[in-house]
């Protein structure tokens, strides 16, 4: 349950707190277009409502105020509305924010708390009780804040409301594509020329469509649009009750390996281009979705003003979902080549598929298992089996503790699987780092230890997957201080790795190796903790291509 729907239910007379819930149309000349209305205080006809296609905005709407400041979001969703209402004890408070400075606000909001009811006061202690709420510290600056950033001119309104304000012409948008930007973005380079191409095909059971590329100074960009029915996503929504369980950290891990892996805007993919006859890798990638009415409820709805441009550049159709993903490939040659032909080649990334969970405590202990992506039946055999702890060296300078013990595990699997097609991880998250007090932290620094395998002809597969969770921003440092990659080279000797970030170490990797002429020894740590480990649940995830490489010429030379 959401806290809109929970605070819904409280045992509370709503007017009291001056939120009565009412008409949910707003009835008011201002009231814009999409309103959904939850509370009136009874005052000047002001009213608090959610509106169709800003996301989870509450708004603030009163009718006596200017023409052009009628209606003003206060938060940035319900939750932070309430939090902002038990700061200020009354939605009065909160919208006159608009109109006062920081010092008349906090006495009008002191003389507003010193007047309170006993039952305003009981009313405001039950929301802050049973939705588990805390009052905000600074709401002036946070009101100011949202206020601040909102653009007041996407707001639509009805014929009536035209009576009263003039309609502003509203000018067409500049529509450029530039190589290194973001969707809607400027650059200081030239904008790319635009080279219609019209494409669509089907990949798989997606439908998608290039619809134009864009020649700049340093390399060719390629709008990628994948067609997803409406009717898909809402079943995908409802199976994994998403409108409830909005925030990833209610799944276990292997739930949302599986709702990724089922996701129908799952669009993960590489991309190359034969430009003239000479191949193009992209350099990097962006990507912006949209999202119909009725998929999700109104107040939770948040329409991308660059998703529209875009939507409306290309003609793609509002009642369907898209995702839109801006591939940018650097040339190959000094100058922008005269453009004869571009062939496009797509490779499908491997979605992951949850596995089984084992435990095994020594060498020699065997596990059979089953493979999920089809249905192969394996035995993994620990050849391997120890509890180790991190040496002291390994410690970074900003930290004043680590988890430094672990278990390191050996297998081997028959029939064998090669490491691109499963990875072997503890069930468990490793223990926080303690940082020093005088360190400044910009986040939580996870860390994990993660066992390299070993192969003769060419690096590690199963190396390649195991770090494949680590960001693209990290980097490998071993601990003699050795420039390293995370891919292994050929000729690998046992060694401990840091992985580094800037919040600091994200994981710790131990190398191994495997004889060449025999089955291939595998190799994984458990995550890192304070105390020595007595058992560990690992658990398998396999990894499945599900469609097979594109290849399609996108513009002929003939």
């Given at each position: 349950?959401?806290?809109?729907?929970?605070?819904?239910?409280?045992?509370?007379?709503?007017?009291v707190?001056?939120?009565?819930?009412?008409?949910?149309?707003?009835?008011?000349?201002?009231?814009?277009?999409?309103?959904k209305?939850?509370?009136?205080?009874?005052?000047?006809?002001?009213?608090?409502?959610?509106?169709?296609?800003?996301g989870?905005?509450?708004?603030?709407?009163?009718?006596?105020?200017?023409?052009?400041?009628?209606?003003?979001?206060?938060?940035?969703?319900?939750?932070?509305?309430?939090?902002?209402?038990?700061?200020?004890?009354d939605?009065?408070v909160?919208?006159?924010?608009?109109?006062?400075?920081?010092?008349?606000f906090?006495?009008?909001?002191?003389?507003?708390?010193?007047?309170?009811?006993q039952?305003?006061?009981?009313?405001?202690?039950?929301?802050?009780?049973?939705?588990?709420?805390?009052?905000?510290?600074?709401?002036?600056a946070?009101?100011?804040?949202?206020?601040?950033?909102?653009?007041?001119?996407?707001?639509?309104?009805?014929?009536?409301?035209?009576?009263?304000?003039?309609?502003?012409?509203?000018?067409?948008?500049?529509?450029?594509?530039?190589?290194e930007?973001?969707?809607?973005?400027?650059?200081?380079?030239?904008?790319?020329k635009?080279?219609?191409?019209?494409?669509?095909?089907?990949?798989g059971?997606?439908?998608?469509?290039?619809?134009?590329?864009?020649?700049?100074?340093?390399?060719?960009?390629?709008?990628?649009?994948?067609?997803?029915?409406?009717?898909?996503?809402?079943?995908?929504?409802?199976?994994?009750?998403?409108?409830?369980k909005?925030?990833?950290?209610?799944?276990?891990?292997?739930?949302?390996?599986?709702?990724?892996?089922?996701?129908?805007?799952?669009?993960?993919?590489?991309?190359?281009?034969?430009?003239?006859?000479?191949?193009?890798?992209?350099?990097?990638?962006?990507?912006?979705?949209?999202?119909p009415?009725?998929?999700?409820?109104?107040?939770?709805?948040?329409?991308s003003?660059q998703?529209?441009?875009?939507?409306?550049?290309?003609?793609?159709?509002?009642?369907?979902?898209?995702?839109?993903?801006?591939?940018?490939?650097?040339w190959?040659?000094?100058?922008?080549?005269?453009?004869?032909?571009?062939?496009?080649?797509?490779?499908?990334?491997?979605?992951q598929?949850?596995?089984e969970?084992?435990?095994?405590?020594?060498?020699?202990e065997?596990?059979?298992?089953?493979?999920?992506?089809?249905?192969?039946?394996?035995?993994?055999?620990?050849?391997?089996?120890?509890?180790?702890?991190?040496?002291?060296?390994?410690?970074?300078?900003?930290?004043?503790?680590?988890?430094?013990?672990?278990?390191?595990?050996k297998?081997?699997?028959?029939?064998?699987?090669?490491?691109?097609?499963?990875?072997?991880?503890?069930?468990?998250?490793?223990?926080?780092?303690?940082?020093?007090?005088?360190?400044?932290?910009?986040?939580?620094?996870?860390?994990?230890?993660?066992?390299?395998?070993?192969?003769?002809?060419?690096?590690?597969?199963?190396?390649?997957?195991?770090?494949?969770?680590?960001?693209?921003?990290?980097?490998?440092?071993?601990?003699?201080?050795?420039?390293e990659?995370?891919?292994?080279?050929?000729?690998?000797?046992?060694?401990?790795?840091?992985?580094?970030?800037?919040?600091?170490?994200t994981?710790?990797?131990l190398?191994?190796?495997?004889?060449?002429?025999?089955?291939?020894?595998?190799?994984?740590?458990?995550?890192?903790?304070?105390?020595?480990?007595?058992?560990?649940e690992?658990?398998?995830t396999?990894?499945?291509?599900?469609?097979?490489?594109?290849?399609?010429?996108?513009?002929?030379?003939?």
């Amino acid at each position: 349950m959401n806290v809109f729907h929970a605070y819904q239910k409280l045992p509370i007379d709503f007017s009291v707190i001056g939120l009565e819930p009412r008409s949910e149309s707003g009835g008011y000349f201002c009231t814009p277009k999409g309103a959904k209305v939850f509370g009136w205080p009874g005052v000047d006809g002001v009213h608090y409502c959610f509106i169709r296609g800003f996301g989870k905005k509450v708004f603030v709407v009163c009718p006596m105020n200017e023409p052009g400041n009628y209606v003003r979001p206060v938060a940035e969703n319900f939750e932070e509305f309430l939090c902002l209402l038990l700061a200020c004890k009354d939605p009065g408070v909160i919208e006159s924010a608009g109109f006062l400075n920081q010092e008349r606000f906090d006495a009008f909001r002191s003389e507003t708390e010193a007047g309170l009811s006993q039952k305003q006061r009981e009313a405001l202690e039950m929301i802050q009780r049973e939705l588990a709420l805390t009052p905000l510290e600074n709401p002036y600056a946070y009101i100011k804040k949202v206020q601040e950033s909102f653009d007041s001119s996407k707001l639509c309104f009805t014929d009536e409301y035209y009576e009263w304000v003039p309609r502003e012409e509203k000018q067409p948008k500049e529509w450029k594509v530039y190589f290194e930007t973001y969707f809607g973005s400027r650059s200081r380079s030239r904008a790319g020329k635009e080279i219609s191409l019209n494409r669509k095909f089907q990949w798989g059971e997606q439908n998608w469509y290039v619809p134009s590329v864009y020649l700049c100074a340093a390399g060719i960009v390629v709008d990628f649009c994948v067609e997803v029915p409406a009717e898909e996503m809402k079943r995908f929504i409802d199976k994994w009750d998403l409108l409830q369980k909005s925030d990833v950290t209610m799944f276990r891990e292997e739930e949302t390996e599986q709702i990724e892996a089922e996701d129908p805007r799952r669009v993960d993919f590489s991309a190359r281009l034969l430009v003239n006859g000479r191949e193009l890798k992209w350099s990097h990638q962006m990507g912006i979705g949209w999202m119909p009415e009725g998929i999700v409820p109104e107040e939770m709805m948040e329409v991308s003003p660059q998703a529209e441009q875009v939507l409306e550049h290309y003609d793609l159709e509002p009642e369907r979902c898209w995702v839109i993903r801006r591939t940018s490939f650097p040339w190959r040659t000094a100058k922008k080549p005269k453009l004869q032909s571009i062939r496009l080649v797509l490779e499908a990334d491997p979605v992951q598929i949850p596995g089984e969970h084992i435990r095994v405590n020594k060498a020699g202990e065997q596990v059979v298992f089953q493979n999920p992506v089809n249905g192969c039946v394996h035995t993994m055999t620990v050849v391997d089996y120890e509890r180790g702890e991190l040496k002291s060296d390994l410690l970074p300078d900003e930290f004043e503790a680590i988890p430094a013990h672990y278990v390191s595990m050996k297998f081997t699997i028959t029939p064998e699987l090669v490491g691109n097609e499963f990875s072997l991880t503890d069930c468990e998250k490793s223990e926080e780092p303690k940082q020093k007090k005088n360190e400044r932290r910009m986040g939580a620094a996870a860390i994990g230890v993660i066992g390299l395998g070993y192969q003769t002809e060419e690096k590690s597969e199963s190396d390649a997957m195991n770090v494949s969770d680590v960001a693209d921003e990290i980097e490998a440092v071993d601990v003699n201080n050795n420039a390293e990659k995370t891919g292994m080279e050929e000729e690998v000797d046992p060694a401990a790795m840091i992985i580094g970030g800037a919040d600091g170490p994200t994981a710790i990797f131990l190398a191994g190796h495997s004889c060449p002429t025999e089955p291939t020894i595998h190799s994984t740590c458990s995550a890192l903790h304070y105390q020595p480990v007595e058992s560990v649940e690992w658990r398998f995830t396999f990894y499945e291509k599900r469609k097979p490489d594109l290849e399609m010429d996108l513009l002929s030379s003939e």
